[in-house]
């Protein structure tokens, strides 16, 4: 087990001051935001949407798969990922300390539910010594901490933990990674949650529009509105020009085009609206084919057993 100096604990995000360890308020107000899920809370019965039950791969396999580890502080986009990135949050050594659990974390049981659903996904995260070389080298978890001494607390952690006991971990860490495009889908839509500011703004953390697959394609939309502003405002300034001798070839043209251009105007307005709608319903739809493939897989793997 790690031994930490608990004067060493990181700073309070505001204040910017030491953390005393002997005032009990300040300590649980910190652990309160260091292990906050609250925006889980909404979406918590909707992840079987988006996601296999099961914990997550090892660090080996995010690097097999190309992804770049990121740190993240905030507890909610720990395991998220998008395109090339994998969002993790460092595991502190004061988590690995058994006096620091009893003082200031079981007496509390949704700080108890968050810590243990951490640990619970570092028990994938970490599998093998190149696992743990791996957290080491992207700051994930302390140095000094050797593969035996991993190993020996991993199963200690296991025996206690079970994914699907809600009252000791939280429901969030029932599944392993989660990607941000469906996350944000599912939090603009969420039923307890739906508000126009949740619609609008997604999940706080899917800013950058890169993320989400859909809002690529604005970027061309907004191109072609554009272009037919223009193409609109060239026909307008021909037919001022020639008000006096009016062409009915151009005028035709014109009135054909701006029919066309509030046709295509009504449609992408409908697709702004709808399309994040087909991205849910598909979205819902992978998730349960992922889900039967997994469940029949597991059938095969059981038969043998009971032959």
């Known amino acids: 087990m790690v031994r930490i100096t608990f004067n060493d604990l990181s700073p309070l995000a ?32 909707l992840l079987w949407l988006i996601a296999v ?36 949050k460092p595991l502190p050594d004061f988590l690995l300390n058994y006096d620091f659990w009893e003082d200031h ?18 028990c994938g995260l970490i599998r093998f010594g190149h696992d743990l070389r791996l957290a080491q080298e992207n700051n994930l978890i302390n140095s000094d901490l050797d593969y035996r001494a991993w190993t020996q607390f991993t199963r200690t952690i296991l025996s206690m933990l079970d994914p699907d006991d809600f009252n000791t971990m939280e429901k969030r860490f029932r599944y392993g990674e989660l990607r941000l495009n469906r996350l944000d ?38 191109s072609a509105f554009g272009v037919i502003v223009i193409i609109l405002s060239a026909f307008n300034l021909s037919l001022s020009a020639h008000s006096k001798n009016p062409d009915p070839d151009l005028q035709q043209a014109a ?48 038969e043998p057993r009971s032959a």
């Open 53 to 88: 039950p099961g914990a997550p791969r090892s660090l080996y396999y995010q690097k097999l798969l190309r992804r770049e580890i990121v740190i993240a502080e905030q507890l909610d986009l720990h395991l998220v990922w998008a395109k090339s990135r994998i969002f993790i």
């Open 14 to 45: 505001r204040e910017l001051q030491p953390l005393r360890i002997d005032d009990r308020n300040e300590v649980h107000s910190f652990l309160s935001a260091f292990l906050d899920l609250s925006r889980f809370k909404s979406i918590r019965k």
């Open 105 to 122: 974390i079981s007496c509390d049981p949704q700080l108890h539910r968050a810590a243990c659903g951490l640990l619970y996904s570092y």
């Open 255 to 302: 009135y054909g085009f701006a029919i066309f251009a509030m046709t295509l105007c009504a449609l992408v307005t409908a697709l702004f609206i709808v399309l994040p709608l087909i991205f849910l319903l598909l979205t819902i739809y992978g998730s349960m084919l992922t889900r039967k493939r997994l469940s029949k897989r597991r059938e095969v793997e059981e």
């Open 185 to 222: 889908t599912i939090y603009r839509y969420s039923p307890q949650e739906f508000s126009v500011s949740s619609m609008l703004q997604g999940f706080p953390h899917a800013l950058n529009e890169s993320y989400v697959p859909y809002m690529d394609q604005y970027n061309n939309a907004v």
